[in-house]
């Protein structure tokens, strides 16, 4: 019983010794990332876009509201055919509508992760620079975490003076 004792007392060893090495830190990504200046930059030129879009979809919606209109004001007595080639240039104004609706979301969508993806990219770097120059294991995002035990550092302090935000 004694030498069980011994050799698990042996293998415990080494795992304390390096729990006590293990140096942690946390950051909240979504707070510091919100705080970055150049996330203007990219808020700016999304809105501009998103302006572009809806100015388009308000002149086909406009044209649609005036084709009703004119079919409604016009004096002539609607004949089958007629009625057909109203319906059909509605229900095209239509189509034309939701086609540019979902190819401006997928283009709104491709432009907003191709702008992100280099602050996200240079959120990340920092986060790395810091664990490497203040020697942490692990800087874990702590929204994740369930439990931050008072020796671990908040490391949010720190990437955001490597980012330049005060």
């Known amino acids: 019983m004694l030498k069980k004792l011994f050799v698990l007392m042996l293998a415990i060893a080494p795992l304390a010794a390096v729990a006590q090495e293990l140096k942690v830190a946390y950051i909240n990504t979504s707070e510091v990332f919100g705080q970055m200046p150049e996330l203007k930059e990219v808020e700016s ?3 501009t876009k998103q302006e572009e879009i809806k100015k388009t979809l ?4 406009t044209e ?3 084709k009703v209109e004119e079919f409604k004001a016009s004096k002539e007595t609607p004949t089958a055919a007629l009625v057909a080639d109203r319906e059909k240039q ?3 104004l239509q189509e ?7 190819t401006s979301e ?3 969508q491709q432009l907003r992760q ?4 280099p602050v996200q990219e240079k ?3 920092a986060i790395q620079s810091v664990g490497a120059e203040q020697g942490f294991t692990y800087i874990i995002e702590a929204g994740a975490a369930q439990y931050i035990g008072p020796k671990a550092v908040d490391a949010a302090p720190l990437v955001k003076a490597k980012l330049g935000i005060k």
């Open 106 to 108: 997928t283009e709104f």
């Open 123 to 125: 959120l990340q770097k």
């Open 58 to 61: 308000t002149a086909i919606e």
């Open 96 to 102: 034309r509508y939701q086609a540019f609706a979902q």
């Open 90 to 92: 509605l229900q095209q």
């Open 114 to 117: 191709t702008l992100i993806a």
């Open 64 to 66: 649609y509201n005036k």
């Open 45 to 47: 030129k999304l809105a």
